[in-house]
């Protein structure tokens, strides 16, 4: 069903880092139960680990239902605030239950377990035994979602961001929470070559697009949540069939206002690096999961070089395309 490819260079060696351990690319044999939505293209594959693979065709014959609620993105795209955001909304602002229960169960990560190496739980099973309607959080492509998903069509929401922002983010969560501890240029080298965990970003987010129409999608972007909160709520309020007051919908734009959200333990992946401690054996330092959750934050630290170049890279992405990044 999948063919793998270990990734060798001295440069995917350069980049393992001990949470995961080494990296294959993950290749879709026959994709040909895909939705073909609005141009046919081949659906991209993945970079994950091994271990993933040994858990692949599990995912792909995981059971979906239509009352489940997938949130999809590529990592450091705004996936907790989206995942707190949708899980509100559609549980009529339950603040109660939103404090007492962690994200993190409230919104499951799909394929945590499966390539985070040490880690004592099963998440596959946590979603395939979760409470109805359940919460899913995924980082995988449309090629390694399962199946199902493409019959059975449960609500989608993808959520995308700058390959730029999204990518010195990626680098400060692989130091601190995979321990990378190699220098910054190897991991955007790594990134701009494609052998990063779950690259390549671009095809990722493009292969969800070109089916957000025929799979009814709810597609965000993370600048529009930061720079038009109110109509996101709007749209999301819409996608769930559930209408609040404005009053409602200015108390949850504060909720999820960075600052409201990074002192949310709730919320605010404090409990990811717990566990990143309890597995590793070492303190985490230096580094909170919400880290400064601004639109052009990566010109602060990328070079102008690295700037030219991932500018350069995702042009040659994009052309053909109808999508941009905002
Ligand atoms: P930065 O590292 O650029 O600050 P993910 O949840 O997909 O891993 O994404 C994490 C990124 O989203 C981090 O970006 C984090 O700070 C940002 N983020 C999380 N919650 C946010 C919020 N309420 N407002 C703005 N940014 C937020």
């Not at 060798?8 to 080494?22: I, N, Q």
């Not at 499951?108 to 979603?127: C, H, K, M, R, W």
Request: one cysteine or more; proline letters at 6%.
């Amino acid at each position: 069903m999948f063919t793998v490819k270990p990734l060798e260079s001295p440069l995917a060696k350069a980049v393992e880092a001990p949470m995961h351990g080494s990296t294959v690319e993950v290749h879709l044999n026959d994709g040909s139960y895909l939705p073909t939505g609005e141009k046919p293209r081949k659906p991209t594959h993945c970079v994950l680990t091994p271990k993933f693979v040994t858990q692949a065709e599990r995912i792909h014959h995981l059971t979906v239902y239509e009352d489940d609620v997938w949130i999809l993105s590529f990592p450091k795209c705004g996936t907790t605030w989206t995942q707190e955001m949708v899980w509100l909304i559609s549980h009529d602002l339950d603040y109660r239950t939103a404090s007492e229960v962690n994200l993190l169960d409230r919104s499951v990560f799909l394929e945590f377990s499966a390539f985070v190496l040490n880690y004592p739980g099963d998440t596959i099973e946590q979603v395939e035994k979760a409470t109805r309607p359940r919460h899913i959080q995924c980082h995988l492509p449309i090629a390694l979602l399962p199946k199902q998903i493409w019959t059975v069509r449960p609500k989608l929401i993808y959520c995308a961001r700058n390959p730029k922002d999204a990518s010195v983010s990626f680098f400060h969560h692989y130091r601190h929470l995979h321990g990378y501890r190699g220098p910054m240029p190897d991991f955007l080298d790594a990134l701009l070559t494609d052998q990063i965990l779950f690259g390549p970003q671009i095809p990722h987010t493009l292969d969800y697009w070109n089916v957000r129409r025929e799979m009814n999608i709810l597609f965000l972007h993370f600048e529009e949540m930061k720079t038009n909160m109110s109509d996101v709520l709007r749209r999301v309020c819409r996608y769930f069939g559930k209408s609040y007051s404005d009053q409602q919908l200015a108390t949850l734009e504060k909720h999820l206002s960075f600052d409201v959200m990074k002192n949310n333990k709730s919320a605010n992946n404090s409990c990811v690096l717990e566990l990143v401690e309890s597995l590793s054996g070492k303190k985490v330092e230096n580094f909170q999961f919400m880290r400064k959750g601004k639109i052009g934050s990566h010109t602060e630290e990328l070079s102008e070089e690295y700037i030219k170049r991932f500018d350069e890279y995702i042009t040659k992405h994009l052309e053909g395309t109808d999508f941009r990044f905002k």
